[in-house]
């Protein structure tokens, strides 16, 4: 994950009001009678709103009988500056220097289900810094490759255990995958000038939402300069092109779009940014998102927190906004080596916008965004030899597919002799990274050629294609940990035909072209 950590039918003419009644019936109802919705007459004092906090980002979730307009004039009233509002989906973004901006707007439950601040830090203006972690690929290695390269192979194929392990490079005898699918990079960017990347890139469906409103103009999805290429290593494993140069991507026939969330600098996801991403991924006809990252600041959000349950609520909207426009999300399960379907775990980074608190969670009730939501295809990671990666996150009915992550333990027989995913990076390059920010991509990739073979299958048929034609894998005897050494698998679980580890199996391309 980032932090190493969308849909296609326009609303009926009628009356806002109604239209969020039919479109938000699922939310849970409040007497119409509770508050005026006409925003003339409630709860919010008259008097001038303070301004002595610390400017913060809020989302709104309106219930169902409330109006938009409605909800932008309290959140006036309240000292708060709307930033943007989705009609479709109930959610206000806003900023407020107001320290009890949340809680005015809580009182008026007439019009909101739930509010809160998306942030800890006091927004402000953020410098980039140069990022880490990315081992480049040297020439010499790359000679090494190109020297093994087979008829048919990219340069750098020999080195690509990943797309042998889920049998992509026998899918791409069938077919590549249709131009008529787009898989969308929720993630810090994408370097489209990449020659392995430029010939798939779609422009048309890319834009920078960090702050919460889409910025389409040329070049905004881009990386921030010194900044992540951790969206760019993710682009290369869904759609780099066969085309003779560098990589192959899982489905290198599909188009790849950038949509970029990460804020310069610290490339934390916010709540706002986030939700402008899936929304837009939606009335941009994109059919699958992939999201390798969890929203900050909370590595997971408890809904018995007022603050923590509003964010849960406008993404849980958004995402399934997007579902109902058709497009189905993949998300990685995280780098922590837990068990998310423990009756608790501890929680040590949260928020990690400012100080964190170490606190005992309940995983079913304190989720980790966006993969916990309902809908969402949740991927663990693997090395070559088939064993979870060592820091991979797991969980029995959580986890739904896995899928190659890379673990530097696991080393395969391949020219470079390297258990890391080899992908795309910034300046033309290539590089390896590990982590399930790297198996959700193979999931994109596969869900991607599923669509291209069914492209009238809704998300939650291709959610199935993808359990059910995932290769069976059982919990094995030992994994590496983290020093490297074989320990016993003690905390893998089997029920129902899956397993904590690996959900339903390891995803299979090759199945999904036949």
């Given at each position: 994950m980032a932090h190493l950590g969308p849909v296609r039918r326009r609303a009926l003419a009628v009356p806002v009001g109604l239209a969020l009644t039919a479109s938000l019936a699922f939310l849970p109802s409040v007497?119409?009678?509770?508050?005026?919705?006409?925003?003339?007459?409630?709860?919010?004092?008259?008097?001038?709103?303070?301004?002595?906090?610390?400017?913060?980002?809020?989302?709104?979730?309106?219930?169902?009988?409330?109006?938009?307009?409605?909800?932008?004039?309290?959140?006036?009233?309240?000292?708060?500056?709307?930033?943007?509002?989705?009609?479709?989906?109930?959610?206000v973004v806003a900023h407020?220097?107001?320290?009890?901006?949340?809680?005015?707007?809580?009182?008026?439950?007439?019009?909101?289900?739930?509010?809160?601040?998306?942030?800890?830090?006091?927004?402000?203006?953020?410098?980039?810094?140069?990022?880490?972690?990315?081992?480049?690929?040297?020439?010499?290695?790359?000679?090494?490759?190109?020297?093994?390269?087979?008829?048919?192979?990219?340069?750098?194929?020999?080195?690509?255990?990943?797309?042998?392990?889920?049998?992509?490079?026998?899918?791409h005898k069938i077919n590549d995958g249709s131009r008529n699918v787009t898989v969308g990079i929720i993630d810090t960017g994408v370097d489209d000038t990449h020659p392995d990347l430029a010939p798939n890139f779609s422009k048309d469906q890319s834009?920078?939402?960090?702050?919460?409103?889409?910025?389409?103009?040329?070049?905004?999805?881009?990386?921030?300069?010194?900044?992540?290429?951790?969206?760019?290593?993710?682009?290369?494993?869904?759609?780099?092109?066969?085309?003779?140069?560098?990589?192959?991507?899982?489905?290198?026939?599909?188009?790849?779009a950038a949509i970029k969330v990460s804020e310069p600098g610290t490339s934390l996801f916010y709540t706002e940014a986030v939700v402008c991403g899936f929304m837009f991924a939606a009335e941009k006809g994109i059919e699958v998102t992939n999201n390798s990252y969890y929203v900050d600041p909370y590595l997971f959000n408890c809904k018995t927190d007022d603050d923590q349950?509003?964010?849960?609520?406008?993404?849980?909207?958004?995402?399934?906004?997007?579902?109902?426009?058709?497009?189905l999300h993949v998300a990685s399960a995280?780098?922590?080596?837990?068990?998310?379907?423990?009756?608790?775990?501890?929680?040590?980074?949260?928020?990690?916008?400012?100080?964190?608190?170490?606190?005992?969670?309940?995983?079913?009730?304190?989720?980790?965004?966006?993969?916990?939501?309902?809908?969402?295809?949740?991927?663990?990671?693997?090395?070559?030899k088939g064993l979870r990666s060592y820091y991979s996150s797991y969980g029995l009915g959580v986890v739904d597919v896995a899928a190659p992550g890379g673990d530097k333990w696991q080393v395969p027989a391949t020219p470079d002799a390297n258990g890391r995913v080899l992908s795309t990076v910034l300046g033309g390059g290539y590089g390896y990274k590990q982590g399930t920010s790297m198996a959700a991509p193979h999931v994109a990739g596969v869900?991607?050629?599923?669509?291209?073979?069914?492209?009238?299958?809704t998300p939650s048929q291709l959610q199935v294609m993808l359990k059910t034609q995932s290769t069976k894998a059982a919990c094995p005897t030992q994994i590496y940990d983290a020093t490297g050494a074989l320990i016993n698998a003690t905390t893998c679980q089997a029920k129902w035909g899956q397993t904590g580890y690996y959900g339903s199996g390891v995803v299979d391309a090759l199945k999904a072209v036949e």
């Open positions: 007497p119409a009678s509770a508050v005026p919705l006409d925003g003339t007459a409630d709860a919010v004092t008259a008097a001038k709103p303070s301004t002595s906090g610390p400017k913060l980002s809020y989302v709104a979730n309106l219930n169902a009988y409330a109006t938009v307009k409605a909800a932008k004039k309290a959140v006036e009233r309240a000292g708060g500056t709307v930033v943007t509002a989705y009609e479709q989906i109930g959610v407020s220097q107001n320290p009890d901006f949340a809680k005015e707007l809580r009182a008026q439950r007439g019009l909101f289900v739930s509010v809160g601040a998306t942030r800890t830090a006091p927004m402000q203006a953020v410098q980039t810094t140069e990022e880490g972690a990315t081992q480049r690929l040297g020439a010499a290695d790359a000679a090494k490759a190109a020297a093994q390269a087979q008829e048919g192979q990219e340069p750098l194929e020999p080195n690509q255990w990943d797309l042998r392990t889920i049998k992509a490079d026998e899918a834009a920078n939402c960090v702050g919460g409103v889409a910025d389409t103009t040329e070049g905004a999805w881009r990386p921030y300069a010194d900044g992540s290429d951790h969206g760019t290593h993710v682009a290369g494993t869904i759609g780099a092109a066969r085309n003779g140069l560098g990589i192959s991507g899982v489905a290198p026939g599909v188009k790849i349950k509003a964010l849960v609520e406008a993404i849980g909207r958004a995402t399934k906004y997007a579902e109902r426009k058709g497009t995280g780098n922590s080596n837990q068990d998310l379907a423990a009756d608790s775990l501890v929680d040590e980074t949260s928020p990690n916008d400012t100080t964190p608190v170490p606190r005992t969670v309940d995983p079913s009730v304190c989720l980790d965004l966006p993969t916990q939501l309902p809908g969402v295809v949740t991927v663990s990671a693997t090395g070559d869900a991607a050629l599923l669509k291209s073979a069914h492209p009238y299958a």
